[in-house]
């Protein structure tokens, strides 16, 4: 079992930056995937970017590429979102989850943390 609880999320005007951390409970192996995710109201969830625990970038999505970086510390057992460049249209609640592996669906989600960006 993995737990996960973001934080980092709030108001911030367009342009402006914020920093999303996803802090992992419980055992974490180097094959696990961590991944951002997002979903605005009335909107699908969108796979944001995603990490291997043991190595680096595996994913982002082309509309926050150039924009956002994720990162790792395992020392701390966290995952970050740095979000810079920020627009209106990346306003949602931000999920981080883990698959076990590259492949398999995501299987621990965390509660998810809300970012707004205003106009």
């Known amino acids: 079992q993995v737990q996960l609880v973001e934080s980092g999320g709030g108001l911030v005007q367009a342009g402006g930056s914020l920093r999303l951390s996803c802090a992992a409970s419980?055992?974490?192996?180097?094959?696990?995937?961590m991944g951002w995710f997002r979903q605005a109201p009335e909107k699908e969830r969108e796979s944001v970017a995603a990490?291997?625990?043991?190595?680096?970038?595996?994913y982002y999505s082309d509309s926050v590429k150039g924009r956002f970086t994720i990162s790792r510390d395992n020392a701390k057992n966290t995952v970050y979102l740095q979000m810079n460049s920020l627009k209106p249209e990346d306003t949602a609640v931000y999920y981080c989850?883990?698959?076990?592996?590259?492949?398999?669906?995501?299987?621990?989600w965390g509660q998810g943390t809300q970012v707004t960006v205003s106009s």
């Open positions: 419980g055992r974490t192996f180097s094959s696990y995937v």
């Open positions: 990490i291997l625990w043991g190595g680096g970038p595996l």
């Open positions: 989850a883990v698959a076990r592996q590259i492949g398999i669906a995501y299987e621990f």
